[in-house]
């Protein structure tokens, strides 16, 4: 079991910023803006590209809980990326969709 089903499952304790049937969000522990929350599936898919292909529904609700985190969050602008393989930087190979905001971003990103 990967690390991030674990810590769906209740295994890692964790403060879930947003919890349903099918997704949870928590706060990155290398955080790359001031606000980074992590938005993944409980059920385990290896990246976007398998979620994608598999769970249009739950794919769906991982955009729409960034959307209510960062206006809970009160961002006025955010990124939401998601790391699909390890050359793109995937370092946990569970599907997670990352939220950043709180600073201004520079494009191209990487």
């Known amino acids: 079991m990967c690390i991030f089903c674990k810590i769906a499952a209740g295994e890692i304790p964790t403060n879930f910023l947003y919890e349903?049937?099918?997704?949870?969000?928590?706060?990155?522990?290398?955080?790359?803006?001031p606000a980074h929350i992590l938005i993944i599936p409980r059920q385990h898919f290896e990246n976007a590209a398998e979620l994608a292909a598999a769970d249009s529904a739950t794919l769906s609700e991982l955009f729409g809980a960034a959307r209510e985190l960062a206006a809970t969050l009160g961002l006025d602008g955010y990124r939401i990326t998601f790391n699909t393989g390890a050359s793109a930087g995937q370092s946990v190979f569970h599907a997670h969709l990352h939220l950043l905001g709180g600073r201004p971003f520079a494009w191209p990103p990487g």
């Open 20 to 33: 349903s049937a099918r997704v949870v969000a928590f706060k990155d522990l290398d955080p790359q803006a």
